[in-house]
């Protein structure tokens, strides 16, 4: 099983009820396809970068998961006739995240050059 992180934007006018039973579909969605949910955090309400389904807000929702790779591209599938959902972004969790890897072939700082000092009038 691999760890997968997914991003699920649903609409602004849904109520804490309809809240509720979106998570609970999502988590069914993740369970039928043999995964398991890990954390789940609301990121609240946010502005879209353009509209998508008449909406320029949506409300976020960040899940941490595994499933095996065989099922993700299913859920996908799922995901995208699931009415609810106006976008969604499902990918690998790095094993590494929070770790910053040095770059390779990274050039060292250049000597600062000298400041260019303004003329006063």
């Known amino acids: 099983m691999k760890s997968y992180e997914g991003i699920f934007v649903f609409p602004p006018t849904a109520t804490p009820d309809e809240r509720k039973a979106q998570d609970k579909a999502i988590d069914t969605q993740i369970d039928k396809f043999k995964g398991k949910v890990g954390q789940r955090a609301e990121w609240g309400k946010r502005s879209l970068g353009y509209v998508v389904k008449r909406f320029r807000e949506g409300l976020f929702s960040f899940v941490e998961f595994e499933m095996d790779p065989s099922g993700v591209v299913d859920f996908r599938k799922a995901l995208e006739v699931n009415p ?38």
Do not use: H
Not at 86 to 96: A, E, G, R
């Open 84 to 121: 609810d959902i106006l976008k969604y972004m499902v990918t690998v969790k790095d094993p590494k995240a929070g770790k910053i890897a040095p770059r390779k072939n990274a050039k060292k700082p250049a000597e600062e050059a000298p400041q260019a000092v303004a003329a006063k009038s």
